[in-house]
C-alpha cells in the first residue's frame, strides 16, 4: 500500500471503531474491533477485518449487524473523512487471533525435551 492508502485506512480503522464504540446500538455489534482496514488503489473499497474477541460463536451474528449497519456506517464515514467518495465497505471476519491461538495451542502440546549443555573442549 502507497503512504496515503495507508494512513486513510488507519484513520478509517479509528473512525469505524469509534462508531462501532458509541454510536452503533445493534446489540449484535457489542465488542466487536476493527482490527485492519485495506484500502484498494483507488480508495474506492475498504476491506474491513473485525473480531469480537474470543467469541468466535458470534461471527455470524455480527456479519449480519455489520450488514445492516452497513449504510450508516459509511454515510457517517463520508461526513468525518476528507475523500471525493466514501470507500464501499466490505466486512469480513478476521480469523488471525483463532488461527494464532491454535498455533499455539499445537506448539505448547509438543513434547520436546531440553537441549543437552554442551561441554567445554580444552
Known amino acids: ?6 494512513r ?3 484513520r478509517i480503522r479509528e473512525l469505524l471503531s469509534g462508531l462501532l464504540r458509541s454510536e452503533v446500538s445493534d446489540p449484535a455489534l457489542r465488542g466487536v474491533t476493527v482490527t ?3 484500502l484498494d488503489r483507488e480508495l474506492e473499497h475498504a476491506n474491513v477485518y473485525v473480531n469480537a474477541l474470543g467469541e468466535e460463536a458470534r461471527a455470524e451474528e455480527v456479519m449480519a449487524g455489520l450488514r445492516r449497519a452497513r449504510g450508516f456506517l459509511r454515510r457517517e464515514l463520508a461526513s468525518r473523512i476528507r475523500l471525493r ?6 466486512f469480513y471476519w478476521d480469523e488471525t487471533l483463532s488461527r494464532a491461538a ?3 495451542a499445537m506448539l505448547d502440546s509438543l513434547n520436546i525435551p531440553p537441549a543437552e549443555p554442551k561441554k567445554d573442549e580444552d
Open 36 to 38: 485492519e482496514v485495506v
Open 1 to 6: 500500500m502507497t503512504l496515503k492508502q495507508e
Open 85 to 90: 467518495r466514501a470507500p464501499e465497505l466490505r
Open 8 to 10: 486513510m485506512a488507519d
Open 102 to 104: 491454535r498455533i499455539e
